[in-house]
C-alpha cells in the first residue's frame, strides 16, 4: 500500500480510475519475470 494514504481514499482513487478490486483467499503470490521471480506470501 502506498504510505500514508488510508484504504478508503486509495479505493475512491481506484474507482476513479476505472479499477475494480477483488479479494481472493490466497496463500502465496507468484511473480514471475524472464531473470527474476517474486514470492509473496
Given at each position: 500500500?502506498?504510505?500514508?494514504?488510508?484504504?478508503?481514499?486509495?479505493?475512491?482513487?481506484?474507482?476513479s480510475?476505472?479499477?475494480?478490486?477483488?479479494?481472493?483467499?490466497?496463500?502465496?503470490?507468484?511473480?514471475?519475470?524472464?531473470?527474476?521471480?517474486?514470492?509473496?506470501?
Amino acid at each position: 500500500m502506498m504510505p500514508n494514504m488510508d484504504p478508503r481514499s486509495l479505493k475512491r482513487m481506484m474507482d476513479s480510475m476505472g479499477m475494480k478490486t477483488t479479494e481472493i483467499p490466497a496463500l502465496r503470490v507468484i511473480i514471475e519475470g524472464k531473470e527474476r521471480s517474486f514470492i509473496i506470501e
